[in-house]
């Protein structure tokens, strides 16, 4: 299964995260397509959302965290397209404050019921708090997921 990590790219910590979960990611056997490897800044910004697209296309699964008051607008619009396209979208949250609609879901409802699968991972709960703690939740839900297309292809 090919994943395409999606996440913010845009501090250190971010990037060290996302480094870390495509590590144990691909330590489980999963082909990982992480987006700030592959997106010199000295490529223009077309260049940049040229890659990124290719990513998604070329991969089976979006995997987004949704951390944050609000989700990563670029990770939102990654989920979207990849929704379009009839890809599977599966949506992480490991940070624990209270977000969302109404009380109903953890963060934007188009996000949360565009997703195929939702994992909660919070720090203040989870029993193994770690990015690998995170990786075995995730791989656990990818293989609960049937990989098939729940959406029509795009006409």
Request: hydrophobic share 35%; proline share 3%.
């Amino acid at each position: 299964m090919k994943i395409y990590l999606a996440g913010s790219l845009f501090t250190l910590a971010e990037r060290l995260f996302n480094t870390q979960l495509a590590a144990e990611l691909r330590r489980k056997g999963f082909g990982v397509w992480l987006p700030q490897d592959h997106e010199p800044r000295e490529f223009s910004t077309g260049a940049i959302f040229t890659m990124d697209v290719s990513g998604i296309n070329h991969s089976d699964i979006v995997l987004a965290c949704m951390d944050g008051a609000d989700p990563d607008s670029g990770t939102a619009w990654e989920c979207g397209y990849a929704y379009a396209k009839g890809k599977m979208v599966v949506c992480y949250r490991t940070d624990f404050r209270g977000v969302g609609e109404a009380g109903q879901c953890e963060y934007n409802i188009m996000l949360w019921e565009g997703s195929d699968h939702r994992v909660k991972y919070s720090c203040l709960i989870a029993e193994n708090n770690s990015i690998e703690g995170l990786a075995d939740a995730l791989e656990k839900a990818l293989k609960e997921t049937n990989h098939h297309s729940l959406y029509p292809q795009p006409v």
